[in-house]
């Protein structure tokens, strides 16, 4: 069973950054790609940031784009999310998602394993 645990979240002042780390335990050989998503109570989960494991193509929303960078490094089994330039708008819950699946990057219905979620405030 794979496991996924978040970390790296916390407050930060507008303009400042942080970095995310997703490690991965357990194994599921068919995992393709890996993503980062973000929810604010009450709103639905957004896409932020996806790498495929083969060839690591990435993709971005494109509220994040140019600030965000998603990496990974598979030997420790840990992806990644630098986010620079943080804005208020960008406080939320970040989630990290694996998915063995086909169809849009930017679709929480096709990731099938998800971590618990590290918290993300920016104050302005």
């Known amino acids: 069973q794979v496991q996924l645990v978040e970390s790296g979240g916390g407050s930060v002042q507008a303009g400042g950054s942080l970095r995310l780390s997703c490690v991965q335990s357990g194994l599921d050989y068919s995992i393709n790609r890996m993503g980062w998503f973000r929810q604010i109570s009450g709103k639905e989960r957004e896409a932020v940031a996806g790498?495929?494991?083969?060839?690591?193509?990435?993709n971005y929303a494109g509220s994040v784009k140019g600030r965000f960078t998603i990496s990974q490094d598979i030997t420790k089994a840990t992806v990644y999310l630098q986010m620079n330039s943080l804005q208020p708008e960008d406080a939320a819950m970040y989630y990290c998602?694996?998915?063995?699946?086909?169809?849009?990057?930017?679709?929480?219905?096709?990731?099938?394993?998800w971590g618990q979620g590290t918290q993300v405030t920016v104050s302005s």
């Open positions: 998602a694996a998915s063995n699946q086909g169809g849009g990057w930017n679709n929480p219905t096709r990731y099938n394993y």
């Open positions: 790498i495929w494991n083969a060839g690591g193509f990435t």
